[in-house]
């Protein structure tokens, strides 16, 4: 048995949690969300494979020492935030850990010069 308290996080989640606020919110990272945005919305992606020459990125996989780790990401057209975001998620099944982040997408492109997101076809409500 271990004395380890399950409401605190485990070396191996801060890691994760760390490695992904790092990948969504450095600029440095950006080419790791081009490819994954390039990627199809909606299905698991080997990020090992995503950060294929990227040393930066592969550096920090390096330090979790967990693969493999899947991100999906999906746009999230009824977002309180407004229009051009979506949800990224990645997923350690070493573990079973996850962590979720909500993104601009649409701001991510307009800054790439590229066309963001199309508008969503209407509002759900609530």
């Known amino acids: 048995m271990t004395d380890h308290d399950p409401d605190e996080p485990t070396d191996a989640e801060l890691l994760l949690e760390d490695l992904a ?24 992606h080997d990020l090992d494979a995503l950060a294929e020459g990227l040393p930066l990125v592969r550096e920090r996989l390096d330090e979790l020492d967990a ?17 051009g975001y979506c949800t990224i998620t990645f997923y350690c099944e070493r573990g079973h850990l996850y ?11 307009r800054k790439r010069g590229e066309p963001g997101p199309p508008p969503p076809p209407g509002r759900l409500l609530n």
């Open 67 to 83: 693969l493999p780790i899947h991100v999906s990401w999906i746009d999230l057209p009824a977002s309180l935030h407004g229009d």
């Open 99 to 109: 962590r979720m982040a909500l993104y601009n997408r649409g701001l991510f492109a």
């Open 21 to 44: 606020a790092d990948l969504v919110g450095e600029r440095r990272h950006e080419p790791l969300l081009a490819r994954l945005f390039a990627a199809e919305p909606g299905v698991w």
